[in-house]
């Protein structure tokens, strides 16, 4: 499975960005995805999920009530809306699918380029 992230850019604080991760595969319906960052010196980290038919979402607490993740699985992608952004949301992007259709404690199997977002003061 590839996966393709876009959506990233320049945005000053307050504002917002939407991403989105497409697969290759229709395969991608079945499994759980996640989006993850990773700042500069700083490793990577979980934002968010979502279970393989949208039913169950979670969140990092740095991110709740700014961020939302959704999917359409009929066009095989994965979306993360965030409002609010904040200079500390600067960071690479990642969605990663996992072989599980639920979020597991396994990292996702299959990840993207990752897409920069950077949150000016």
């Known amino acids: 499975v590839q996966l393709v992230e876009s959506g990233g850019g320049l945005v000053q604080a307050g504002g917002s960005l939407r991403l989105s991760c497409v697969a290759s595969?229709?395969?991608?319906?079945?499994?759980?995805v996640g989006w993850f960052r990773q700042a500069p010196g700083k490793e990577r980290e979980f934002v968010a999920a979502?279970?393989?038919?949208?039913?169950?979402?979670t969140y990092a607490d740095s991110v709740k009530g700014r961020f939302t993740i959704s999917r359409d699985n009929g066009k095989n992608t994965v979306s993360l809306q965030m409002n609010s952004l904040k200079p500390e949301d600067t960071a690479v992007y990642y969605c990663?699918?996992?072989?599980?259709?639920?979020?597991?404690?396994?990292?996702?199997?299959?990840w993207g380029q990752g897409t920069q977002v950077t949150v000016s003061s």
């Open positions: 979502i279970s393989w038919n949208g039913g169950i979402k």
């Open positions: 990663g699918s996992y072989l599980s259709s639920f979020r597991s404690t396994n990292s996702p199997r299959y």
């Open positions: 595969k229709r395969t991608f319906s079945n499994n759980a």
